[in-house]
């Protein structure tokens, strides 16, 4: 028995040794899965009038390995707008992610929300949202459902306090349209997005490229709240209006990522993202080559 347990032990000693010193793949893509498919570490929770990690309701679950927006506990949507964010800001990255709609629509969700979704991107940071702000300063990749009634495109950009460069022009709507095709019913869609710090961005659908834009942007701030019994009031600021305008014009170069929550049910599911950030010089341990930021600080050699 001792002499089969020395046996094992050198044969671990020496599996162990000889994988610490098999040279790395600089081409391999080393993807990071946001989600681990089992409960919701890593995310903050930001539901509008509620504080930091109130899960309201149970707005947001996970089962069956997928992040699920579920309105199952609500009685009315009661204007609960919710982003739900991972805790680690990212510039210069590759994100993928399959997403369905599912059912019917809260009670009480604005006929615009009707299948209406989206992933935050170069968003503030949970912490810094104010109790009664309804959505991030952010870019959104915007995620719509077709309704069986016509063209419906999917993988869109709106800017909730934010622009963006689109065919060499500063553009000030609210969101512009992809050339997606429409996703009816309840199906799965993939979705990848290329994000190139402050330079560009670029939105892919089942494979296809369906929009492309540059410069993602602070507008001064427009993050409207909600009071009860009136209309939204798109000159009503949060409270540090003056802080955001200051801002008007600064390129966002980096920033949070956050799934949305807007009175539609929604799946989530294989959310993962690669890193274009990293050490650039090849003859570093953990240099890739396809990275495309230097970031010469988290070179090992």
């Not at 990212?90 to 992933?119: C, L, M």
């Not at 993939?190 to 089942?206: C, R, S």
């Amino acid at each position: 028995m001792k002499r089969l347990l020395f046996i094992l032990s050198l044969s671990l000693l020496f599996n162990s040794c000889k994988s610490d010193n098999e040279p790395v793949n600089p081409n391999q893509e080393t993807w990071i899965n946001l989600f681990n498919g089992k409960d919701l570490s890593g995310w903050d929770i930001k539901i509008s009038g509620h504080e930091l990690n109130d899960n309201y309701k149970e707005t947001f679950i996970v089962q069956d390995s997928m992040i699920r927006v579920n309105y199952d506990n609500y009685d009315t949507f009661d204007d609960k707008f919710g982003h739900l964010y991972y805790k680690t800001p990212y510039s210069y990255y590759k994100i993928s992610f399959d997403y369905r709609f599912i059912g019917e629509q809260t009670p009480g969700g604005a006929h615009w929300n009707v299948r209406n979704s989206g992933i935050m991107l170069h968003s503030q940071s949970a912490e810094s949202v104010e109790i009664g702000q309804t959505f991030p300063i952010s870019v959104e990749l915007q995620l719509l459902g077709g309704l069986n009634d016509g063209k419906r495109q999917t993988a869109n950009v709106c800017t909730p306090g934010t622009a963006v460069m689109f065919k060499d022009t500063i553009n000030f709507e609210h969101c512009i349209r992809s050339n997606s095709k429409t996703f009816n019913g309840d199906q799965w869609v993939h979705v990848d997005a290329t994000i190139m710090g402050g330079e560009h961005m670029e939105f892919l659908v089942n494979g296809t490229s369906v929009l492309k834009f540059d410069k993602p942007q602070i507008n001064g701030g427009f993050s409207f709240e909600w009071e009860k019994g009136k209309d939204w009031d798109r000159n009503k600021i949060i409270r540090d209006k003056q802080s955001w305008i200051a801002k008007k014009g600064t390129i966002l170069t980096e920033g949070y990522i956050a799934l949305q929550a807007e009175s539609s049910p929604i799946d989530f599911k294989n959310i993962k993202l690669l890193d274009l950030c990293g050490c650039m010089d090849p003859k570093a341990k953990n240099y890739k080559s396809y990275y495309v930021k230097d970031e010469p600080e988290s070179c090992k050699y």
